[in-house]
């Protein structure tokens, strides 16, 4: 240090400045070499300076560079919805910095360092920011945020970039009227005019003279928009009389005098097109990342995975009598409380549908995780309720319910409607009597509930009434026969059918 003072004392550096350490000497395991000319000395000076580095004044300070995580296993982009810190405030480890929208849910991105946020490179209310693009930069504690190292990487490639630049139109030459005439066709007729091909189509359909129509394209053509005004009775785009050129005088020839003309006959109005109908109005609703995650998904399933339905009718009766009685006990259960233990108990019987396919092999699994279908302003999702077989009624519904609401409200984590391996999606209560569903990659299984209705059934005494509903099970042929799907909604029937034998409680 003693030598590089020595050696900059001819710089043009105060002692203020020298004092405050405007020069840093670090070393970072590389070499960086600096002329001296370039560190404010005289140019005449040739020294090198080894291991020399600017301090962040000159520099700038080198930033923490924050990107766009990926917060699900199919998020390819997401929209960064809002910051909640502004540039220059303090971040601490695991402070919110941003939500973000992923193709599922609303989540928060938390920091991983101590801090200050120094710049946001993408604002908020910003869509298809792709994973790993650069969104903001940090700078550590005690750094000036306002001295932060700019990186040439930016945040979402500008459209300018992507968009190819349309080179600039030669300008026109006196040879372009000859050559784009040479492409019209030329009318037979009175004065040979000529003709473009829809001009000269819309003549020839309508039986047209095309002397008698006032031109008004260059160099005196006959545009389209001049035949529609003349068969729509513009007086502008019709020719006077008077205005005509004469026709020359006809060679004289040895002939007898012409016979009187006739009467001229009326004249017949040309046609008037109909007036062209308005354009439907229309909307156009952006994709949301959800809705294009959902589309691909499910176009995914529908053309890679065999899917197979079976159907099977439930009598209700036992269920809505024990719902009754629960209810007047003060505990409030619903029928798709009843459908989803008994799923999960049907499961544990017939174990081979709670599996998936994964090119390799079929895997078994042994936890029962029910997704449950849940009905959203940007879409559907299944949210998860974990291990069902060992959860009672009473808490099946209140994870339902309390799933069900931050599912609506995007405030879903990721590992609640992560996984699953069976799910339940039930339209009765929406009037559907019956429907088949697509099946949610990797599971094999989904089984569709529809609503219920009353039948009578004859008996011994007369007839009786039972209500119904009918289920369909949509199961990947490859994971999931037909054999086995029999087999599984009998057991599910049966655990409906005998609430209390089946142990739902």
Known sequence: LTSLSQSMAGCNL??????????????????????????????????????????????GVAPIKLHMPALSPTMEDGTILSWLKKEGDPVAAGDA???IETDKATLTMDADDDGVLAKIIVPGDTKNVPINALIALMVPEGEDYTQVEMPTETGIPSAAADTPTEAPRPAPTEEAPSEWMSMRHVAGGKGQVDLSPAVRYLVESNRLDPALIVPSGPHGRILKGDVLRFLAGDPSAKRQEAALPAPSPPT????????PPPPPAPVAQPPVPPAPAEEDEFVDIPHTSMRRTI????TQSKTTVPHAYSSIDCEMNSVLRLRKQLQGSGVKVSVNDFIIKAVAQALKSVPEVNAQWTGEAVQMLSNVDISVAVATDKGLITPIVTDVPSRGLQNISETVKELAGRARIGKLM???????????????????????AIINPPQACILAIGGSRVQVEPTEEGHRTKTVMTVTLCSDSRVVDDALASKFLEGFKENLENPFKAALL
């Open 14 to 59: 105060s002692p203020v400045q020298m004092s405050t350490g405007v020069f840093l000497w670090r070393t970072l395991g590389r070499t960086k070499l600096l002329p001296s000319h370039t560190l404010g000395c005289p140019a005449a000076r040739t020294e090198w300076y080894r291991n020399f580095w600017w301090t962040p004044r000159l520099f």
């Open 97 to 99: 910095l941003c939500e």
């Open 252 to 259: 004289p020839v040895a002939a007898p005098p012409p016979p």
């Open 295 to 298: 589309a691909k998904r499910l």
């Open 414 to 436: 990721p590992q609640e409607y992560q996984g699953g391996t069976f799910s339940v999606s039930n339209l009765g209560m929406f009037g559907v009597g019956q429907f088949s």
